[in-house]
């Protein structure tokens, strides 16, 4: 198993441009997320999918969006880049869990460092 | 809301010292608490868990107690190598609708030395 992908690793953007961060998973997990990990502040969710065809906002969702057309893939788009979406992000799968118990090992991709000029 | 309160890095201990990282939570109901490790420029790896009051999670050496009457998860390890240099994330998933979304601490990095 390849785990959770992450593409790219790095990527340079001016403001105002959009793009797409890929996250895959090989592991036939329900729930995916994206975190967005900034000095001094943790990790902080963006949105999150419970499975395919359902998405819903986290702690800090605006200038992202996301959709979830298949389990294995879901991809985050910014919209309009600005300076304030510099950071790392990280994709996340596991399984959902019975009853919605929150206990579920996350399964961290590798990350893409993203610098917005 | 939710939250997260660990103790401010770096830290930094010679090898075969002892090591407590500082947890405190606040939440409803009852979380599952989590310590996550970041080891340099990788992604975050599950460390242990612990998913009801006085559980205590272990790992590679590390151990956390659950800690219901002090809302507290602290990290220990009896005796740590340079090989544990890393950032660790205390974090927390809670009985919410949706799922396993985790609130996480700000991250202590741990620098071991020789």
């Known amino acids: 198993n390849a785990g959770v992908t992450q593409t790219p690793k790095f990527q340079v953007l001016k403001t105002g441009q959009s793009m797409t961060l890929q996250c895959a998973q090989d592991?036939?997990?329900?729930?995916m997320s994206w975190y967005r990990q900034d000095p001094g502040m943790g990790l902080r969710l963006i949105h999150y999918?419970?499975?395919?065809?359902?998405?819903d906002q986290g702690e800090v969702p605006n200038g992202y969006n996301v959709s979830r057309s298949t389990t294995e893939d879901f991809p985050l788009r910014l919209l309009s880049a600005a300076p304030s979406q510099t950071s790392v992000y990280f994709c996340?799968?596991?399984?959902?869990?019975?009853?919605?118990?929150?206990?579920?090992?996350?399964?961290f991709g590798p990350g893409t460092r993203l610098t917005v000029l | 809301g939710n939250s997260v309160t660990q103790m401010e890095g770096p830290v930094t201990l010679s090898e075969e010292a002892f090591l407590t990282i500082n947890c405190t939570y606040t939440?409803?109901?009852?979380?599952?608490l989590f310590w996550y490790v970041q080891y340099p420029g990788e992604g975050l790896q599950l460390l242990l868990k612990?998913?009801?009051?006085?559980d205590k999670g272990s790992n590679k050496g590390f151990e956390a107690t659950y800690r219901k009457e002090t809302t507290s998860f602290h990290l220990e390890k009896g005796s740590v190598q340079v090989s544990d240099s890393a950032v660790y994330f205390c974090?927390?998933?809670?009985?919410?609708?949706?799922?396993?979304?985790?609130?996480f601490g700000t991250g202590t990095q741990l620098k071991v030395e020789l």
């Open positions: 996340a799968s596991s399984y959902s869990g019975i009853g919605g118990r929150g206990y579920n090992e996350q399964f």
């Open positions: 592991m036939n997990h329900e729930y």
């Open positions: 999918s419970v499975g395919a065809g359902i998405t």
């Open positions: 939440a409803t109901g009852y979380p599952s």
């Open positions: 612990a998913t009801k009051a006085d």
């Open positions: 974090a927390l998933s809670a009985l919410t609708g949706g799922g396993n979304k985790l609130t």
